[in-house]
Structure formats: structure tokens, C-alpha cells
């Protein structure tokens, strides 16, 4: 038998402290309390990171850490290299450059938006290593089992020599990477965009926090769930209505969330109008997980919306936001509080409803945004788009959904969140929505993946909305049912082309598929005069002048 | 870039009255759509110039359909297209026979 007491227990400690005192060595007198200059930071992170390393490097859908990912290129890769990097989003050139530089070689995230195309030439090229593609929950929730970060660089707004930090509205990400890095001996580093005497409120506790660097330039945020009103088209009008009346109103949709772009805004900008005008208000949509749409806030100032929760929050919405605290959760000091892991879990097991566009669904309704050039990772719709199993309390929308689903499968009574595809038949440049076979199937063999990466299973999937109507997936019988009511609503595609005309007619018949007619909706209705703001200054007017659109939006 | 000349008829519709009307604008992603009367026998003829070349096919599918729709003789359509798809060809399409009999609704 051992003696227990000649075994080590703190070995990581060990290793944080032996990293404090070479941080120490390097920074010498530029350390002030926890507070290290701009132009040490390269010898900070040579100091603190080992070869091998996992680095979570906070990059967001909104918030990026960017100079600490410009500083991390900039280090001796004979000091710093194997990393293993561990990023929500992979959004800046530099996050790429680092397995280029041969600083770091693997990889696990859940988003590459704007890395997409250059993330699949590296994959080609066996320049980076991917150990999966997450979604956000998925990934935060592994910082805390086996992914645990080693040394977290994140970003906030301000933060006081003891390294308090403050996030502002865009907390974001922060806490979660925080929590898992600092309770496990990792090091947290975050850069600031100004350090102050006494932060506004504390987001994070300074002792969580081992450095503050005041960046040179603010963080960079990206205003990316903005959709102009104007370029919403008639179709994306008529669709918004078909949700409206055929879905939320069906259902008394009140709890959902929306996936971003033109489809869901044009449904947003049609609740004081095509909606009130059907008598929903109070009736659907008043509480959300959901990013400050600038495109909601028509809907906030008829009464529609009684709560939003946010993931992050959007550039321009700050003063908006601080002066409609009944809706957006905020903070003592007047601004919101965003964070992206709770609401990730809001919109998993407390939404009735999730409704979202996506590029490629195939004839059993699974989807994805892959393509093969492209690796975009999934960011947090498959957590929306999924029906929580987990989940146990009832309301009306889940449990209609779930009683429609045992029309076709009996079984014990449960409920069933509804999750709708809306998507056009034809995306630009006549690219069909509905393929044979999804190009998930060739990114996967492509890039070595043991599993499609499929964005929201078909067996998840509830309606499917096109130009061409709804299709209930609840009330299909069987596979062969179901391929005749997606191919039903799949318009002029070789799929829509390709259905059996008598099969579709009679799925018609029996409500499985719903046709704009059917809903009593005429298409001649579907004009932009119907969108409660057709512009990006209409909604600064709703605003009363408090939303503050980036100046790319301003076009007068 | 080179432009894509379809032509379509259909026999034995229902003539209608009207007057020439144009709806659409040519931008990217849209059509314009001109119905003029015609002395046809009853057939209504559309004549589609396309910058999307070789889609011959799904424009038969939707001149087709939009004809089941209305019925609608002796006239001609022209169709001048920057890359719509067929739920804004059909939309304007509808839009533009309604408009040519002058009940188009505002």
C-alpha cells in the first residue's frame, strides 16, 4: 500500500505557480498589481504557456479578444507551440495564422463564419488538426469535463488593478471560460479597453482574474445579427405571414427564439402590423431568447414582448437596451447583462419554438449550412433547433405539438417543441434549398469527420416553410409521407419537381401540408408595405433616436 | 454575358381584356414583366430573356403553372429577368395579369 500522503494531489498547481513566477520574472517592474502593459504582452504569454497547451482564446459571435490573438502570433514558436486551441468562433485571420506560424495545430470550436473558406483549404492541406465542431453548449460544457482550458485570453470593457473586470453588454461568452479556467489552477488574461478606478458593476471577480492588459485599440464586436428592412423581399413578407397565422397563431407560440437573417426579421417587423392586426397580441411572441434584433424593436414598442434574454448584445442597441429594462435583463449600472451558455440553455428547455433559415435540406429533413469549400461550423442552432429531451413542464404550444406527433405515433403523453425550417426554394443564384443528398455527406469524407455535420436533424424538424406553404412533419405517417410533404413545399427544385402529385394532393387534404390559400392568406397581401420599418432609419424613429445604427447601416 | 431567349405557348385559354401593363423592376434577383393584348386565337404567348442561362426547364414548370392558374388568351408576355427565382417570377407573374385587368388589388 502507498503511503497517501507521499502521493502529489496539486500537480497543476504546481505548474500555475511556476508559470506566475517566470510571468513575474519576464515583467519585472511593468506589473502593477495584476495590470500588465500593452507591449509585454508577447513575454506574458510566452511566460504562461507551455508547449502543448490548450488555450481558449475568446472570439465570439460578437466580442473578439483580438489583441491578444495578434499577440499570441507574435510569439517565439520555439518557446510556444502545439497548442491546443479552444475557440467558440474563429473570426479573425490571425486565429488561422497561429497553425501557419506552427504556434498551434489543433483545434476544437463551434463557428468559423468569415474562416469558413480558408479553414477548409487548411483542412485540405493538413495544416490544422480539427478535434470536432461543437455547438456553443456543447463546447462550454466540456471546458468543464475534458477540455479544460490551461489559460483563457478574454476580452471585457474595463477592469480595476485587482482585476475586476466589466463586460458590458457583450458578457457574452466571458463567465463560462472564465469559471472552467480559473477553478481548475489555468491562467485567465483578458484585455480591456480601459482600466478605471472602480468598475461600473462586476462581471467577473478580479480573483478569477490573474491579468488585465489595457489594449491599444477597443475590441473589435461585430454588428451581426443587423438586417436592414429594406432589403426584405415580398416573398420573405409572404413567408413571415405564413409563420405568423400558420405557425405561432396555430400553436400560441409565446416562448421562442429566432435564427438570424431576413426571413425570421420580416417576421419580427410584422408583429404590430400582420399580427396585431390578427389579433395575437398577448396571444404570441412575448417572451424570448434572442440577441437585441434591431428589427425587434417595432414589436417592443407596440406591447408585443414582455422578456428578452440575450447571447450577446448588438452594436447600437446599448442605449435602446438600458431604456427598456422591463424587457432586456440589466444590470445596477443601467446596461444589459448578455450570456451566451444560459441563453443557449433558455433557448434549449424553456423555448416552445425555434425558427430558422439554413442552405441544404434533403428529403428526410435534416439540414446544414456545409458546403464542401466551406467548414462553418454550427454555433448554437443545433441546441435551438433540437427538442430537449430533458425537458419535463408543459405549456400549450409543446403540448399540441406533442398530441399532433401521437397522432402518428402513439405513445405516453409528453410534449414536442416545435422547430421550423423557413427557407426559399431557391436561394440566390437558383441554388435549390432541397438536394438529394446533403454536401455534409462530402465535407465529412473530405475532412476526415466520423459524422455529417448536420445542422438540425430531421427527426427534430416540425415544419418545413417555403413560398410554396408549410409542411407538418408531426403529422406524417411514415418516411414515405414525410418525403411527400417536403417535396410538396419544395417549389420548382428537381425535389419539388420530383413529387408524387396525387400523394402531395392528398397530404393537402389532410392539413399535412399547408398552402397560403389554405390559411386564408392572400398572396397579393405580401407587399413591404406590411413591415412595421422598411428601412434602418424607420427603426431608429421606433426608437425614439436611442438605437444608434453602425455607420456601414447609415445611408443618409 | 450572353442572354437566354425561351418562348412558351399555351392554347385554348379564356381571352381577357386589358391593357398593356408593365410591373417589376430589372435589378439583380428581379424581372419585369410586360402583358400586352394580342389578337391569338385565345393562346397566350410569354417570351422570356433570361441572364440565367440553362434553367429552361423550371421556367416550362412555372409558365405552365401560372397558365393553369389563369387561363388567360390573346395575350403576350414578355419577361425580361436578372436571375429571379421562380417565387418572384410566379408572384410578379400573378401581379402582372392582375394589373392588366386593372383589379389588381393596392
Not at chain 1, 499570441?72 to 497553425?99: C, F, G, I, W
Not at chain 1, 403540448?399 to 422547430?419: F, S
Not at chain 1, 413591415?531 to 433616436?545: C, E, H, N, T, Y
Not at chain 2, 397566350?44 to 388567360?72: L, N, P, Y
Request: glycine share 8%.
Amino acid at each position: 500500500m502507498p503511503n497517501p500522503t507521499e502521493k502529489i494531489w496539486d500537480h497543476e498547481r504546481q505548474r500555475r505557480n511556476r508559470k506566475l513566477s517566470r510571468a513575474a520574472a519576464a515583467l519585472g517592474a511593468s506589473l502593477r498589481d495584476k495590470v500588465v502593459p500593452a507591449d509585454m504582452a508577447v513575454p506574458l504569454l510566452e511566460s504562461v504557456i507551455e508547449p502543448g497547451d490548450r488555450v481558449c482564446l475568446e472570439g465570439n459571435n460578437q466580442k473578439q479578444a483580438d489583441f491578444l490573438a495578434q499577440a499570441l502570433t507574435r510569439v517565439d514558436p520555439a518557446r510556444v507551440n502545439k497548442l491546443h486551441m479552444l475557440q467558440s468562433v474563429l473570426a479573425l485571420p490571425e486565429h488561422l495564422d497561429l497553425y501557419e506560424l506552427g504556434i498551434a495545430e489543433q483545434v476544437d470550436f463551434s463557428f468559423s463564419g468569415p474562416q469558413a473558406a480558408r479553414l477548409a483549404r487548411m483542412v485540405g492541406k493538413n495544416q490544422i488538426r480539427i478535434g470536432a465542431i461543437h455547438t456553443y453548449l456543447e463546447l462550454f460544457s466540456r471546458y468543464f469535463v475534458d477540455l479544460t482550458p490551461h489559460v483563457a485570453l478574454v476580452a471585457a470593457q474595463s477592469a480595476d488593478a485587482q482585476g475586476n473586470l466589466y463586460t458590458g453588454p457583450n458578457t457574452e461568452d466571458t463567465p463560462a471560460i472564465v469559471e472552467a479556467t480559473a477553478f481548475k489552477n489555468g491562467i485567465v488574461i483578458a484585455q480591456v479597453n480601459e482600466l478605471v478606478d472602480k468598475v461600473p458593476r462586476v462581471d467577473i471577480p478580479g480573483d478569477w482574474v490573474d491579468f488585465v492588459i489595457p489594449s491599444p485599440q477597443p475590441h473589435y464586436i461585430e454588428p451581426l445579427f443587423t438586417r436592414d428592412p429594406a432589403q426584405i423581399s415580398e416573398i420573405q413578407v409572404l413567408m413571415a405571414m405564413m409563420a405568423i397565422k400558420g405557425i405561432y397563431a396555430e400553436y400560441g407560440v409565446q416562448r421562442l427564439n429566432h435564427g438570424i437573417g431576413f426571413d425570421t426579421a420580416a417576421i419580427e417587423l410584422l408583429l404590430p402590423t400582420y399580427a396585431a392586426s390578427l389579433g395575437l397580441k398577448g396571444r404570441i411572441c412575448s417572451h424570448w431568447a434572442l440577441n437585441p434584433h434591431p428589427t425587434m424593436i417595432p414589436a417592443i414598442e407596440a406591447g408585443f414582448v414582455k422578456s428578452i434574454h440575450s447571447f450577446g448584445s448588438e452594436l447600437g442597441m446599448e442605449n435602446y437596451i438600458a431604456a427598456r429594462p422591463d424587457v432586456f435583463f440589466t444590470g445596477p449600472d443601467g446596461t444589459m447583462r448578455s450570456n451566451r451558455a444560459f441563453s443557449q440553455a433558455a433557448g434549449h428547455y424553456a423555448c416552445d419554438l425555434f425558427i430558422g433559415s439554413t442552405l441544404q435540406i434533403d428529403l428526410a429533413g435534416n439540414s446544414s449550412t456545409a458546403t464542401l469549400d466551406r467548414i462553418s461550423g454550427f454555433g448554437g442552432a443545433p441546441n435551438m433547433g433540437a427538442d430537449a429531451a430533458g425537458r419535463r413542464h408543459a405549456s400549450p404550444a409543446w403540448l399540441r405539438a406533442g398530441e399532433q406527433r401521437r397522432t402518428q405515433q402513439p405513445g405516453i403523453p409528453r410534449g414536442r417543441k416545435l422547430v421550423v425550417q423557413m427557407v426559399e426554394t431557391f436561394r440566390e443564384h437558383m441554388q435549390p434549398a432541397f438536394v438529394a443528398e446533403l454536401d455534409a455527406w462530402k465535407l465529412a469524407e473530405f475532412a476526415n469527420m466520423p459524422i455529417p455535420p448536420v445542422m438540425i436533424y430531421g427527426d427534430d424538424v416540425t415544419h418545413i416553410l417555403t413560398e410554396e406553404g408549410i409542411a407538418n412533419l408531426l403529422l406524417c405517417a411514415n418516411a414515405e409521407e414525410r418525403e411527400q410533404a417536403i417535396r410538396g413545399v419544395a417549389g420548382y427544385t428537381e425535389m419539388g419537381l420530383g413529387r408524387d402529385l396525387r400523394m402531395v394532393e392528398n397530404l393537402r387534404d389532410r392539413g399535412v401540408i399547408r398552402r397560403a390559400e389554405d390559411l386564408g392568406i392572400d398572396k397579393r397581401d405580401a407587399t413591404r408595405d406590411l413591415l412595421a420599418a422598411r428601412s434602418i432609419k424607420d427603426l431608429v424613429r421606433a426608437s425614439g433616436g436611442l438605437y444608434q445604427p453602425p455607420v456601414r447601416f447609415r445611408n443618409w | 454575358m450572353t442572354i437566354e431567349n425561351l418562348k412558351y405557348r399555351f392554347d385554348n385559354g379564356t381571352p381577357i381584356q386589358g391593357a398593356t401593363a408593365i410591373v417589376g423592376v430589372l435589378g439583380s434577383g428581379n424581372l419585369e414583366v410586360m402583358v400586352e393584348p394580342a389578337a391569338l386565337g385565345g393562346a397566350c404567348e410569354i417570351e422570356v430573356s433570361t441572364a440565367a442561362r440553362g434553367f429552361g426547364t423550371i421556367w416550362q414548370a412555372v409558365m405552365k403553372d401560372f397558365f393553369t392558374r389563369h387561363r388567360a388568351g390573346d395575350i403576350r408576355i414578355s419577361v425580361n429577368d436578372a436571375g429571379a427565382t421562380p417565387a418572384i417570377v410566379s408572384l410578379r407573374l400573378d401581379q402582372a395579369i392582375e394589373t392588366f385587368k386593372g383589379q389588381r388589388k393596392t
